[in-house]
């Protein structure tokens, strides 16, 4: 079982740049693939990002690809959402997730999720 605690989030300006980390306790991170989730307020919870296990893979939602990057240090148990580039649309709370498989863009193949940390973008 693994447990997962978001930091970082934070009020930015439109264009600014921002790190969210998510720290895992508990046995097997590294066999984890994990996912980052956004929900903004009156929204579905969606999908931002994944990356494998081995950080050799990574896939991103079309809105943030070329802005976002997901990375990771398995001797550290976290892993990381660089946020570049911010637009108010990225405004929602932020949310890492494991999986113990592939990666993918599904929430239900994530059995593991932290609780949150709120991003607004705003001038």
């Known amino acids: 079982q693994v447990q997962l605690v978001e930091s970082g989030g934070g009020l930015v300006q439109p264009g600014d740049s921002l790190r969210l980390s998510c720290a895992a306790s508990g046995r097997g991170f590294s066999s984890y693939s994990m996912g980052w989730f956004r929900e903004a307020p009156g929204k579905e919870r969606e999908f931002v990002g994944y990356?494998?296990?081995?950080?050799?893979?990574?896939d991103y939602a079309p809105s943030v690809k070329g802005r976002f990057t997901i990375s990771r240090d398995n001797a550290k148990n976290t892993v990381y959402l660089q946020m570049s580039s911010l637009k108010p649309e990225d405004t929602a709370v932020y949310y890492c997730a494991a999986s113990y498989g592939g990666g993918s863009a599904e929430r239900r193949y994530y059995a593991y999720w932290g609780q949150g940390t709120q991003v607004t973008v705003s001038s």
């Open positions: 990356i494998s296990w081995s950080g050799h893979t990574t």
